[in-house]
C-alpha cells in the first residue's frame, strides 16, 4: 500500500543538492521513489530566471548519480521562482514508499510529463486540452476517483522567448502573445483551465481562446501553475486525498478572495488539526509540512476598495511585489516563512485571491 | 483644550491633494490647524525616491492656497516612500483644534522642525543629539510629561547624495558613509538613538559614533525614521497621550520582534478596544484610524532560523521586499492595506523587528 | 524677425529650477520668450516615473514667478524620463526673441497644446489625427512650409494607467491596451504617425488602428514620442529651418539603422559645421547646443545579426537598456553627455533605431 | 610551438552548450586544448547572478563528456554577468594546440587555479598577494617574461555572501565589509592590485588594507577582475604576446580615461591592423575576435564635469549602468554587440575608466 512522504529541505542557493544528498545518504528518502520535487528558487520568477533551471540541472545531477540520468528525468521538478520579502528557499520533496502506515485517506501522489507544447498553442486551446487531459492521467495514477478528492493541482508549464517567437513566426504560424513577460501569465491561465475542465469546475465547452487570460470569472479553486522559460513542456502533480494510500500525511485546500484573506486558510488548518485563534504556535508549526499558494496582484488595481500601485510599477513585475505581501500575510498565520508562495494566478482562484494547500503531519 | 483629529486620505498620486482640498472644503479639516502630515508615497523609498519631494511640493501648494505659504511651511510633511504589496498611498492628517472632546487622556501631538544638518555630522553623535533635543522640545508642545506616555515618534531625516558628500569634502571634512543608500539607514540609525535617548531608553553615554548603525542591542520601541533626499533637516513629530488633550482618538504601541510577529501587535489593538482572535472584523477596521509600523530585513539574514534572501539581492533594495512582507503580515492581521510600514528599521525595535502603533477612534 | 535661442542647463534634481532661475536673472534668457522647454529627467521613464511631472511642477512655479501662471502655463514641457548610463539631467530651454540676427535659414520653432486625448483614443486613429493636425498648426507658427524643412518634431503624449481605463471602462468604452506600461509603446507610436501623415512621409489612407504598434514598416524620420503620466493631452514641438527666423542657430537631422548606427549622425554633423573623423573634440564640442535622439530595443531581438536580451528582462525595461546603451553610442561619437536620448521609438525610425536631431551654434 | 586559437561562440541562454558541442563535433575545437572560456551571461552581474554559475555547470559537463570530469576542472571558467543594452551573451574560448603557425610574436595564454580565499582575506592583503602569485605563475606559462608583454589579466574572484560572513564571524575573525554588493568591488579592487603588483605597476610597498578600494589613485592598466558567488577561488589567465607562440591571433591594449573615451581604443585598433576613421567596416569588424572592457560609474558622479545619476540609482546597480553606456559607446567603434564588457573597475584604470583589450586575427 502506497504511503506518501514530504520531506521539506532548506536551500542555500539554486544549486544546492546537500540536503537532499544528506537525506538519501542518513536514508530518511530513498532516491527512487521521489515523484516530485517542488522548489523556490531565489531568482526573480519572471521570464530571464535562470535559478529555476539551474536548480533542475543540479538536482537531476545529484539524483542521477544515485538512480542513473533516465530515473532522474522521471520526476517532476517544478521550480517556482521568487522567495520576496522573507520567504526561505527550499525543496519540498515527494516522495513514495510502499508500507503500511497509518490507516488513510491519506495524502496520494500522482505525477505526468506532457509532451513539448507547440509555441502556437500556449494559452490557447491547445495548452487546455493537454493539461486536462495530464490531470486525468495523474488522478489515475494517483487512485483518485472522485475529482472532490484532488485537492492541489501543481502544474510547471513553458512561456514564450523572443527565440521560440521567431521560430514559430518562421513556421508561418502566431503566437497568442509577443510579450515574453505577458506568455507566462497565459500559459499559467491555459494550464488553469485545464485543471478546471479535468476537475469539472469549468465546463470544457466554456473555455476558448478568447477567454483565456481574459475572463477572470473561470477558475479553479485547486491549480497552481507556474511558468519557466526552462522547459518547454509541461509537469503536472496532483496531490489529493486517498483510501488507497496510508500513512501520516493529509492534505486540505483552501480559497483566498484577496490577497490578505487569511481566515479561510485558517479554517483549512483548524480542519486538518491545527486550530488557533493567533498564529500557530511552534509545536503546530512543526506539522506544517508544507504550505503551497498563488498570489497575483488584483487585476482591478484595488484590494478592498483601496488603491494599490502594483500594476502600474514599472521596476518590480507585480507578481514579485504579490509574492512578497502575500508570503507576509500568510506567514503571519502560521509563524514561518519556508512557504511556497508562487506569482501569477491567472484562473486560479478569483481574481486577486488564489488556491492555498496546506499539507500536515498528523 | 485641544483635541487631536487625525484623518486618512487616499492619493491617486504623488501630487495627489484633491482630497485634502475635498476635506477643507467640506469643512471637515480646518487647514490651519493641521500639524503634520504622513505619506506613504509610490516611489523605491531609496535615494532616487521623487515621490516624496514631489508630494510635499503638492500638499504644501495645497495648504498655501488656504493659510498662506509661510503657515504652509510649518506643517510637518512626513514622506515615506514606498508602497510595496498591496500598500496603498494615502495621506494621515494630523489636526489639532481646540474644544471640549471625550474626556483624556487622549492622542497628543507635538511636532518641532530641526536646523539643517551639515552632512558631516550625519550618522554621528551630532545627528543623535540634535534629534533628542527636539523630541524633547516636542513633548513639552504636546504636553507630555513622562516619556512612558509617548507611543510613537516620527522623524524625517536626510541622506547624503553624491553631491551632499562632495560639498562636504570640498570643505575638508569627512562624512561618516559615501555610499548613498548606506546614508539612509545611518541617518535613520543615529535619529532613532537620538528618540531612544530622549525617552530614556538608551543611556545617553551608550552612544558613541561606532555604536550608530552598529550595535543593535541598542533600540528604541518608538521611534520610527524615514530618510529622504528632499529636505536636509529634520521633521519630528511626537505621538502620545496626555490628559491634557481630549477627543476620540488615542493611540498605543507594539514592538515586533521580528517580521512575521504579529501577536503583540494583535494585543495593542485589544488595549485600545479592538480585540480579535482573527482578523480584525468590518467594524472594528472602521476604528482603526491609522497603522504605523517599521520593517527591515533581519540583519543576520534569518527569520526565525530561515535563511531569506533579501540582502543578497541586487536587483531589488531589501527595504522594498521587508515593506511588502511586512505590510502583508500587518494586513492579514488588520483586514485593509491603507496602512504606513515604513523601511530601515535601525535601532528602531530589535534588529529584524520594529515598532507599530495604533490610532484608533473609541 | 525672429531668432531662436537654445540653452542647455545643468538639473541636480528634477526640482531643480536654479539654472533656469540664474539665467533668467543674468538676462541670459527672457522667461516671456520660452516656447518649450525640454527636460531629461531622472526618473526611470516608464509608467511610475514621477520626476517628470515634478520637474513640470517646479519648472512652470519658478516661470510663473516671472511671468504668471497663466502665460507658464503657456510653455510646453516635455519631460522625458530615464538618464541610465551617464546621460546627464538637464533642461533645454528654446526662446523665440524679436531682433537681427545672423541671416537665416536659420533654426525656427513652432508649439502646440492639444486637446486631452479621450483614453479610448490613445493608440488609435484618432490620436493619429489629433496630432498630426496639431503638427500642422505649429509648422504654421514656425513659419514653416516645406515639410522637407522640419528636421525633428518633439512629442510628449499621455499613457493609460489603471485608473484611466477603469474610468474609460465605466462608460462602456475599450481601451486599446489593459498594460500601462504597454500604453506608453502605443501612445508614442499613434503620435509618431500623425507626424509622418503630417510630414507626407506615410500617406494617411495607410494607417489604421490595426497597423499602429505593429506594422512598423510604417515610421517618420524627424518624430520623436515620450509618454507620461504627467499629461492626458499633447504638446507638439516643431523645430526646423526657415528662412523667416534669423540668428546663429541651426539644426538637422540623421536616423541611425540601428542602436549602434552612428555614421548618419557623424555625417549630419558634418553638415552643419562640425566635421570629425573621431570623437568631437572640445572646440567643437562647444557648438553643439543639442542633440536629440530616439532610441529602442530592436523587437526581433538581435543587433546586426547577434541576439540581445532586452525584450527578455523582467528586472529592468528595454527602454532603460537601450537608452544606456545608445546614449553611450552617442557619447562616443560627440564626447559629452548631456545629451537627450529618449527612448521607445515605435514608428520613430526603422525599427530598432531612431531619428537624431542635432542642433549647433554656427 | 603553441598556438592560441580563439573562437568567440554565440551563446542562447546561461546552459547553452550547444555552439561548443558543435564546434568540437565539426573539429574547429579541439577539446583537450581548451585553457579558458570567458562568457558574457546574461544575469545581473551582481551577487545574485546565477546565470554564472549556471553557465560554468553547464559548459563543465558539456566539456566532461569529451575530456573527462578531471580534465574538464582545470579549464579557467569566466562568467562575467550582465549582457545590458544590446551587448549579446557568448562565450570567448582560448585554446592552445601545437604546431606551427605563422610565426609570432603571437596570443601567449597562461592560467592559474589559485586556492580557495578565506572570507576574512577578501578585499585585502592576503588576497592581493595570493592573486599576484598566481599572475607570475602564469606568465611563466604563457612563456612570458617581460611584464610589458602582457595586455590583459582576467580574474575571476570571489564575493562575500551573508552565509560567508556568518561562518567567518563564528570563527571569530571579521570580514573587510558586510555588505554583500560591496564586497563585489572590494575583491575586484584587491585582485586588481594583485596584478598591478605582478607587473610592476604600482610597488607592493604601496598597497595596504586601507588602501583597497579607497586610493584609486593605483591602478592597474591591464588587470580585468569580475567577482562571482560561484567560486570561492580565483581564476587568473594572462594573455600577452610572446615570440615562443605562434599563429594568426594577436593582441594589444588600450586604457579608457573615461566612459566615453575611445580614441585609445580606435588607436590599439589601429596598431594591430585595423585603422578606421569612424566605425570599422564590415571587413574589419570580422578579423576582431574579442573585444575585452571594464566598465564603472566614475565615483566622483561626474563624466566630463556633467553629473551622471549612476550612483543615486537605487533600482538599477551602477555596474549595470556603466555596462550598458560603455558597450554602448564600444559598440558604436567596432560595429557589434558582441562584446565582452565587464562591470566594476576598482584599480582598474583610472577612476572612471578602465582596460580594454582588442584581440585580432591577422
Redesign the interface.
Known amino acids: 500500500m502506497p504511503i506518501a512522504r514530504v520531506h521539506r529541505l ?1 536551500a ?4 544546492d543538492a546537500s540536503g537532499l544528498e544528506a537525506a538519501i545518504q542518513a536514508g530518511a528518502i530513498d532516491p527512487g521513489g521521489i515523484l516530485a520535487i517542488f522548489g523556490k528558487t ?3 520568477g ?6 529555476r ?2 536548480a533542475t ?2 538536482l537531476s ?1 545529484a539524483l542521477a548519480r544515485h538512480i542513473g540520468p533516465e530515473r532522474a528525468a522521471e520526476v517532476c521538478y517544478v521550480m517556482s521562482g521568487g ?8 525543496w519540498t520533496v515527494f516522495e513514495r514508499v510502499e508500507g503500511d502506515g497509518l490507516a488513510g485517506p491519506a495524502l496520494a501522489i500522482g505525477r505526468v510529463h506532457t509532451a513539448a507544447l507547440p509555441a502556437e498553442a500556449l494559452g490557447r486551446l491547445g495548452q487546455v486540452d493537454q493539461v486536462a487531459e495530464a490531470v486525468r492521467a495523474a488522478m489515475r495514477q494517483a487512485a483518485i476517483e472522485d475529482p472532490e478528492d484532488v485537492h492541489f493541482v501543481q502544474i510547471k508549464c513553458p512561456l514564450l ?3 521560440r517567437i ?1 521560430e514559430a513566426e518562421a513556421r508561418g504560424v502566431t503566437v497568442a502573445v509577443r ?4 506568455s507566462m501569465g497565459l500559459s499559467r491561465g491555459a494550464s488553469s483551465l485545464g485543471v478546471a475542465v479535468a476537475l469539472g469546475e469549468v465546463p470544457r465547452s466554456a473555455v476558448s481562446d478568447v477567454v483565456i487570460g481574459r475572463d477572470f470569472s473561470l477558475w479553479s479553486a485547486r491549480a497552481s501553475a507556474s511558468a519557466g ?1 526552462e522547459l518547454s513542456h509541461h509537469e503536472v502533480v496532483v496531490l489529493g486525498r486517498s483510501a488507497a494510500w496510508s500513512g501520516l500525511i493529509t492534505i486540505d485546500h483552501a480559497v483566498m478572495a484577496d ?2 484573506d ?2 479561510p486558510v ?1 479554517a483549512a488548518l483548524a480542519r486538518v488539526g491545527l486550530p488557533a ?3 500557530l504556535d511552534p509545536r503546530q508549526r512543526s506539522h506544517l509540512v508544507a504550505l503551497l499558494a498563488k498570489a497575483e ?2 487585476p ?2 484595488e ?2 476598495g ?12 507585480s507578481t ?3 509574492r ?10 502560521v ?4 512557504i511556497y508562495v508562487s506569482g501569477g494566478a491567472e484562473h486560479q482562484g478569483p481574481p486577486g485571491g488564489g488556491p492555498v494547500a496546506v499539507i500536515v503531519e498528523r
Chains 1, 2, 3, 4 share one sequence.
Open positions: 532548506a542555500s542557493g539554486p544549486d531565489e531568482g526573480n519572471c521570464v530571464n530566471d535562470f535559478s533551471g539551474f540541472q543540479s545531477l522567495t520576496e520579502g522573507a520567504m526561505s528557499p527550499h522567448t523572443n527565440r521567431g510579450d515574453t513577460l505577458k522559460v490577497a490578505i487569511i481566515e485558517r485563534d493567533g498564529q496582484a488584483s482591478d488595481g484590494l478592498r483601496e488603491r494599490h500601485t502594483m500594476l502600474d510599477d514599472s521596476d518590480i513585475s514579485r511585489h504579490a512578497a505581501y502575500v508570503a507576509g500575510a500568510l506567514g503571519g498565520l509563524g514561518r516563512s519556508m
